[in-house]
């Protein structure tokens, strides 16, 4: 029997790349919903410094946001 969704705390990651002007933009609005959200993980991934963690995702487009709750993705794009 599956968890309920109040075990796993909704997941928002920012995947984006070290070299994107537009992914820095997005530092100051993660810190920020990181304190209005504190029972939220947000993660900052680089898919480069941290492809193993982004193997199986084609990103295209930077930044590109993944949610997702437990093994459920919720949103990505």
């Known amino acids: 029997m599956p968890a309920p969704t109040d075990a796993h705390p909704l ?45 199986d995702l084609e990103v295209e487009t930077f930044p590109t946001l993944l949610v997702g709750r437990g093994a459920e993705l919720l949103f990505l794009g």
């Open 11 to 55: 997941l928002v990651a920012c995947l984006c790349a070290a070299w994107c002007r537009v992914c820095e933009g997005y530092h100051e609005v993660f810190a920020r919903l990181r304190e209005e959200h504190p029972e939220w993980r947000f993660l900052w991934v680089d898919i480069e410094d941290d492809a193993e963690l982004v193997d």
